[in-house]
């Protein structure tokens, strides 16, 4: 289904990312693994999507909040995988805290990872986007974007950012014929989440659980086919923002 496609997926070492790296190589895309620390990690997924599902898989040491970085980064890939259309932008943080207590330094580094990574991804894929005449970008906000949480001001802040940046681009993007959408995931069972487990917020959940990584890469899947949506924000929530 998405065979001869390339597929960028940020924070793809772990977590949500690693389990979108794997759906979207499940489909047949190529994949390039953005991480920002764990080596060996990264490899391995890569080593993963070579063995188990036959595609071109290669990680790249990339910190996505910053802009120059971001662009050399872009321009290997290209070398090596000849194009992109396809770029997820899951990589984010948490740096949560009340709001009469945060450093400014917590909020930056916040935005600039959730926020402005996304945006520094999208500033350089969108040439090999148009040079294409198609393209794909997936968002990953989150329910905190949509209906905000306490203790987390910076992050949903961030989270909503996404939303409009995705709709912004979505809309400007359209005639050339690439889309834009985001996914607003709930609470997923990830290393981000460990120590969520007894958030009082889980009771909440319509559907009664924590969500998996692999439910949120399946949507991720749906989007990077579903070729007549664009600007929308999918929640994979088990319905707690609905
Ligand atoms: P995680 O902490 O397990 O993974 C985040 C990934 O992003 C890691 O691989 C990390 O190395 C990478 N990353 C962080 N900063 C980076 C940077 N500056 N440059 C490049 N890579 C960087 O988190 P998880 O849970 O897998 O989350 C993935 C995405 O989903 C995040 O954007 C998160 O905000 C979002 N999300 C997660 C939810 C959850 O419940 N786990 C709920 C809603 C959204």
Redesign the pocket.
């Known amino acids: 289904m998405l065979k001869g496609k390339v597929a960028i997926v ?2 793809g ?5 690693e389990a979108i790296a794997y759906e979207l190589a499940s489909k047949g895309a190529d994949i390039a693994v ?4 764990n080596v060996s990690a990264a490899e391995q997924v890569c080593r993963k999507c070579q063995e188990v599902y036959g595609v071109k898989a290669q990680a790249y040491l ?4 910053d802009f120059e970085i971001v662009k050399q980064t872009v321009a290997q890939i290209k070398a090596d995988f000849g194009t992109v259309h396809i770029l997820v932008n ?4 948490t740096r949560d805290g009340l709001v009469a207590r945060m450093k400014e330094a917590d909020f930056d580094a916040v935005l600039d ?2 926020l402005k ?1 996304a945006f520094h991804m999208i500033r350089h894929c969108t040439g090999l986007f148009l040079r294409n005449r198609e393209g794909c970008i997936i968002n ?1 906000s ?2 905190s974007g949509l209906i905000g949480n306490a203790g987390q001001c910076n992050y949903a802040a961030s989270k909503a950012g996404l939303i409009g940046l995705t709709k912004s681009v979505a809309r400007e993007l359209a005639p050339k014929g690439i889309r834009c959408n985001a996914i607003a ?4 069972a ?4 460990q120590d969520q487990s007894d958030n009082p917020l889980l009771a909440q959940v319509p559907l009664g659980r924590m969500g998996t ?1 692999r439910e949120v890469a399946e949507a991720v899947a749906f989007l990077a086919s579903a070729d007549y949506i664009t600007g929308e924000v999918l929640r994979v929530d088990g319905g707690i923002a609905m």
Do not use: E
């Not at 953005?34 to 620390?37: E, K, Q, R």
């Not at 995931?185 to 997923?188: A, N, Q, T």
């Open positions: 940020t924070g070492s772990r977590g949500i990312g953005i991480y920002s620390g990339c910190n996505v909040a899951n990589a984010g943080i990872t959730n990574g990953i989150s329910v995931p709930g609470f997923i990830t290393d981000m989440t990584p």
